[in-house]
């Protein structure tokens, strides 16, 4: 056993941000183009749509940030760990290049964003480092520095890395940027809202029809639009592909006060396990961020221990104060290394998807945004052929080849009642348990003071039974990520409906 984890469970972009009140959808309106999700991908795909003439409508499930983009690190780079080595390997010189020119351009729409609209964000030019501790990783480095900078990138090789601890070398990508991630949604809601376009909170989309027009229905009102951009970071109403396509993945982060000298740049370790780190100054307080523990979604292990390992880690090696806060989050890695961005499919005609942003989708979904502007205002774009996402579909002659994902299970079985046979443990307080009641899966969970709650264990999206993420207090779903708060408030998708509440299985 660990030391306790003191930390708040809730990260440092949404617990200093403040709230946005944009009314939900309540009727029926025609707009040129329905966005659904306000993340970064949504909402700067919104703004530059309105910008170029067009109305929008962007409708969010909970509020501004409070999906994946409220959860991120901050890092706004072109340098993705050692990103141009793996995608030069794999696709060539050509396809990385493009790569990072979309995501070198997607830095500078945000700065220039942050410019234009006065969003009040804490951006900050800083440089960025991957870093080597040992021999080995620094050839590494310095293989991804030379590359880079030969596709043209802002890249140099250094021994000099501002740490805290020894470091033998990194690449260093100059005027690279940070933000608060939520302060910059909050930003470009306030720029999207108004003059014909409009930003809806509290409106998840539950149905969506293709056509002329396409139709996105929500539980009080509807959308109908030329064109639908589905940016819900997992794709709402894919029945799957994109799933065998991008494989989620999970990271943890915690954001302790600083306790020595503040750090001049972000970084991100080359070895294993992977640490990323970034300092911040929020309302005259000084934080720096611990982040990493990465794992496919569905085997997340002990996530207490997890925690307590990147505590361990910042303050024995960058010096912090305990955890003020911690949170965990998770993004699609595509399994060809490149987003997806374009058609939902190859049948589609108005529906268009930006998803698989290798946890780096400050810029892959700027970038992802941009194209699909440009795209559905007529304009070319040099980058949409690398980032298109029917290119499984069009290589496999319309069947997609991707990782295998767990297949969720057909109706569910009547399962021996366990009730009757063996008894079931009621969770000790802090805990949770999926209990089979009457041939149901049960999700019960024992609040810190020993209360139940318990709420159906079968996922809404396509029923795997979910399983209880301890550190984040969460019930979350092996299959496709989605996850849900304890009472079965949907905080993830691809699931759009909440687990139903249930009576509790044990009589206290
Ligand atoms: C731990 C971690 C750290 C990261 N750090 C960085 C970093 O430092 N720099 C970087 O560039 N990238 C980083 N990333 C990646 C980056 O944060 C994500 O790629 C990006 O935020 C995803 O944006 P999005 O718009 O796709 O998704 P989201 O921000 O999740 O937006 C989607 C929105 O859609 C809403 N939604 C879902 N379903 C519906 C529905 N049915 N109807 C209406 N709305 C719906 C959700 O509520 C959500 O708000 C990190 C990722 C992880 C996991
Ligand atoms: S079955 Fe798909 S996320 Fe749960």
């Known amino acids: 056993m660990g030391d306790k984890l003191q ?34 991908a949504g909402l700067t795909a919104a703004l530059a749509l309105k910008r170029a003439g067009q109305s929008v409508a962007v409708i969010e499930a909970a509020q501004v940030g409070s999906g994946v983009t409220g959860h991120t690190t901050g890092k706004v780079t072109s340098l993705h760990r050692l990103v141009y080595s793996e995608l030069a390997g794999r696709h060539g010189a050509d396809t990385a290049r493009s790569y990072g020119q979309a995501n070198q351009a997607a830095v500078e729409h945000i700065a220039r964003v942050v410019s234009d609209e006065g969003i009040d964000c804490g951006f900050r030019r800083v440089p960025n480092f991957t870093y080597a501790e040992t021999d080995e990783a620094v050839s590494l480095v310095r293989d991804e520095a030379a590359l880079a900078a030969r596709l043209g990138l802002p890249s140099v090789y250094t021994p000099d890395v501002p740490l805290p601890f020894p470091v033998k070398g990194a690449v260093r990508f100059d005027n690279q940027a940070q933000l608060h991630a939520v302060r910059y949604l909050q930003g470009l809601a306030r720029a999207v809202d108004g003059a014909g376009s409009f930003v809806f909170e509290r409106s998840r989309a539950l149905a969506l029809r293709d ?89 997340s292990g002990d996530t207490a221990e997890r925690y307590r390992r990147l505590a361990a880690f910042s303050r024995d090696r960058l010096g912090t104060r305990e955890p003020v806060f911690r949170w965990s989050t998770q993004d699609g890695i595509p399994v060809d290394g490149l987003p997806y961005v374009g058609l939902m499919s190859s049948d589609s005609t108005h529906i268009h998807v930006i998803t698989g942003l290798r946890k780096w989708g400050l ?12 795209t559905l205002c007529g304009r070319g774009n040099p980058w949409a052929r690398v980032f298109d996402s029917t290119r499984a579909a069009r290589a ?61 264990a079968i996922c809404t999206h396509l029923g795997c039974t979910v399983e209880f ?32 509440s249930r009576p509790s299985p044990f009589k206290r």
């Open 7 to 40: 930390a708040q469970v809730i990260s440092l972009w949404v617990a200093t941000a403040g709230t946005t009140g944009y009314a939900p959808l309540d009727t029926d309106i025609d707009v040129d183009i329905a966005v659904i999700g306000g993340g970064v």
């Open 211 to 299: 056509g002329s027009p396409v139709v996105v229905e929500t539980e009080r009102g509807s959308i109908r639009a030329r064109d639908a951009i589905v940016a819900t970071n997992v794709p709402f109403g894919d029945k799957g592909s994109f799933a065998a396509l991008c494989i989620l993945h999970r990271s943890y982060l915690i954001a302790s006060r600083a306790g020595s000298a503040p750090l001049e740049g972000t970084f991100i370790s080359v070895e294993e396990p992977m640490r990323s780190i970034l300092a911040v100054d929020v309302d005259g307080a000084s934080y720096v961020l611990a982040g990493g523990e990465g794992h496919r979604a569905e085997d």
């Open 363 to 374: 810029t892959n979904g700027t970038a992802a945004a941009l194209i699909l502007a440009d």
């Open 396 to 456: 496999e002659g319309g069947s997609p080849a991707g990782h295998s994902v767990p297949i969720p299970p057909g109706p569910q079985q009547a399962a021996p009642d366990q009730e009757d046979t063996d008894a079931p443990m009621v969770p000790a307080p802090g805990e949770g348990a999926v209990i089979e009641r009457k041939g149901e899966k049960v999700a019960v969970y024992a609040d810190p003071a020993g209360n139940l709650s318990a709420v159906s």
């Open 469 to 500: 993420n301890v550190a984040d207090v969460t019930w979350d779903c092996p299959c496709h990520g989605s996850r849900f708060a304890t009472d079965g408030t949907v905080i993830q998708g691809p699931a759009s409906t909440d687990l139903a």
